[in-house]
């Protein structure tokens, strides 16, 4: 089981940034992919952008844009830099890794997007 450990979250006004982290406990470039995911108070969790090992991207249409993520495989770390951030943007923030078919999950970190 991968471990993966979720730093950044915190409080921004709306139009700010904030940079999240998720640091692994195994080399990153054993992962198919790592991912970003966020779950809203009352609504399911979903895909926020994902990156693979052959550094492939993809994002919701909803951050596209605003949104970039990246990694330092030295690190063992992906991150999640968010600008131009909007209340609608507030959720827990999970990091999810895949390693052939097995799944892993960060514990989350908060972000809140408020005035």
């Known amino acids: 089981q991968v471990q993966l450990v979720e730093s950044g979250g915190g409080l921004v006004q709306p139009g700010g940034s904030l940079r999240l982290s998720c640091a692994a406990s195994?080399?990153?470039?054993?992962?198919?992919?790592m991912a970003w995911y966020r779950q809203a108070q009352g609504k399911e969790r979903e895909l926020v952008a994902a990156?693979?090992?052959?550094?492939?991207?993809n994002y919701a249409d909803s951050v596209k844009g605003r949104f970039t993520i990246s990694r330092d495989n030295a690190k063992d770390t992906v991150y999640l830099q968010m600008n131009s951030l909007k209340p609608e943007d507030t959720a827990v923030y999970y990091c999810?890794?895949?390693?052939?078919?097995?799944?892993?999950w960060g514990q989350g970190t908060q972000v809140t997007v408020s005035s």
């Open positions: 999810n890794v895949r390693r052939g078919s097995s799944f892993s």
């Open positions: 195994g080399n990153i470039l054993s992962f198919n992919s």
């Open positions: 990156i693979t090992r052959g550094d492939s991207t």
